[in-house]
């Protein structure tokens, strides 16, 4: 178009805008797809037998598909015209699960590990203490019976100093025994 003496500078600009749009439009299609099938695999766990909520999951993961083809091939647009495409490559391997295609691209990598240090940080600030209080009183039990155990051998080592085979009333040799 240059060679013709069009500038081409703008409508390269709007392109790019829709292409952004678009990858904007298709990552909230993703998030509401993923939340719908989490909900459904919940719903279907609870009542196993109801058919409905069976097609609505198949059908949920066939919109997830769609949606994951099409951000697919947005983004395979964008990089080829340079753009960033870091934040929604890496909600694309969050959606499909598929880690090799994101993981040549270290924004995509980096992304990742950011998002599983967050889960996890999260997971531990909810359900962090009530383990820890689990595991604090697990490890005292532990030490309270570790404590009557080592009492306990201590004083059957005391009552078996005087021990023989044959009955015996008393033992000379030793003064713990004279009370029998």
Partial sequence: MKQVGIDVKET????NRMLYGRADELSGRLELALARIDELETRRKE???DTNVV???ISAKKSLDTNTAGMDVV???METLELDTGVYRTQLVTATRDISSG??????AVSLLGRTLKKGTDWLVD?????LVKLL??????????LRNTRRAGGARKSTRCFQPEPVTACPSHDCCHNL
Avoid: A, N
């Fill in 12 to 15: 390269r600009e709007k392109f």
């Fill in 47 to 49: 009542t196993p037998d």
């Fill in 55 to 57: 097609k609505r999951l």
């Fill in 75 to 77: 983004l395979g647009l």
């Fill in 103 to 108: 993981l040549l691209d270290t924004g995509v």
């Fill in 127 to 131: 359900s962090g203490p009530k383990y």
């Fill in 137 to 146: 009183l697990l490890v005292g039990i532990l030490f309270v019976f570790s």
